[in-house]
């Protein structure tokens, strides 16, 4: 019970804009709990006076008494349970909201450690789960005490010896709640965590159907599927034989119990100590009060459950960003883009080496500064940094002067393009795509960034022209084409700072050389740092670095470190012919900040 404690406090301030509404669904639990006991006393009345004397006269009041007890209790129960379900449906999205929002705050390397499917199952399933802890299990909790309330106080004014003789074995149901919850609370956690793992062999089979048609995995695949499916079905089994065990217990105790108040009843009417209708009242109550006592235990099983939903959400929250906003930002200026590294060393969370070690170099308004070197030397890290997903473990990074740590992040990713390496398509249309780099732009604003990306025509030239849809992995367009609408949204963010990580790979020669002219009006203007291995983009930089096992080895022209014959020139190997050249605006005036 000290980990649901320790759930529900944790989730409970989540209903803070709906307690109001709580408050009222508990006033109609109350109302209705109100209403059943009314009812059963009224036909405890209708059968001693109507029934038993077999008179029409007496039947017409507690009938209509009863009567409206009943109407009244219906709509009472109707008010509180619709109430109740839209108050868990608004606690529900607002802590998928929340856990979601702070998913997307997470470093990448938190992506890495943890299966998107089981991601996908935590903001849905165990964010139902604990619906079930702190809203659900709230009014059910306050239903079944006030309805075993009123029950018992009603049984115990009718014979309250007889009473105290059947409440003796109602401990029997919390005793073998106890019993199971521990078990359960287990083959609960089991089942989610198998589910997500369905989730995510389903995900990344499909998502990788190339993969597994051209190397035959289809069988592995699907034994892969088999044997999460199986973890599952193991628990899920094992999960439904303990709630059932639990079910057809109580159902034998509380058969037990009314066969004890019936056979008490008979005696006591055999003694004239009794009346028929107090017997069937008395009866009544006693079978309506254990199945609230029943779903008080059963009410403990669903909660100790929820806890296991409520560690996998925990294990989200409690992990920290690994930047966040400075207490007081710089404010806000018109950026010039001055990009600067300064000693700059960085270590990956539970990496044993570092990646980047006293990195230091600058970066002009309008200049081109491509950065190459062997796999893993730690060039992409360079751009993971100047999009503050990290910050550096030594060293400062600054943007015209200002370091990164004293910027919004908001406002710091406004002043950078990215062109990642894989062409990160959206679900939506191309319009939408398009828009994602200025949320808002018009569409002339959309028209004219795809007319400079090279993309007009061909989006033009579709059925639906702009309102295409479009997917990640989609057919319907070529890589090139693709890669063009991905070059359109960032040149409608007008950054002044653009990153290009590996901006022609996976491109053959011909998709390559239809995205240089889009590329070489994107880079216009701009503090451009490219990521590459294709050295045929380097000539006409204005400077290359060269990194190497996290160091910066080399830096200079394309000409000054040919002349060098050194790392530069080991990579480039022979020239290939028909180099692609990519002029540019002149470089910036010197920084004014110094």
Known sequence: MREVRAAFRRFWPLTHGDRRWLAVIVACVVMSALAETAAILLFAELTDTALKAGSLAAFWGPAGAWLAVAALGALVGYLGNSLAAWTAERFVLRLRAKVFRHIQDLPPHFFQRHRRGDLVERLTGDVEAIEQLVVSGVVGTVAAAFSTLFYSAA???LRWDLALATFVLAPLFLLAARRFS?????ASQDERVADGAITSVVEESLGNVVLTHAYNRRRDEERRLDREARAWLRASVRGARLGEMYEQFVEVVETLCVLAVIGLGVWEISADRMTLGQLLAFAAFIGYLYPPVRNLGRLGLTLTAATAGAQRLNEILDTEPSVTDPAQPVPPWPVHGWVGFHSVGFRYPAATRDSLRDVSFAAAPGELVIITGPSGAGKSTLSTLLTRF????????????VPLTQLNLEFLREQI???PQETLILSGTIRENIETGRPGASDEEIERAARAAAAHDFITALPQGYDTEIAPGTAALSGG?????????AMIRAAPVLILDEPTAGLDSVAARQVVQPLRRLMSGRTTIMITHDLSLAPDADRILVVDAGRLVEAGTHTELLTHRGTYARLLGPLPENTMVLRRQPAGTPDPRG
């Not at 521990?182 to 287990?186: L, N, Q, T, V, Y």
């Not at 084409?481 to 949204?489: D, F, P, S």
Request: hydrophobic residues 45%; charged residues 25%.
């Open 182 to 186: 521990g078990r359960i609370k287990e």
């Open 417 to 419: 393009a990215l062109l």
């Open 390 to 401: 990290y910050d550096p473990s030594a060293g400062v990074i600054t943007l015209d002067g």
């Open 481 to 489: 084409q693709l890669k063009r609408i991905t070059i359109a949204r």
């Open 155 to 157: 049984a115990l004014y």
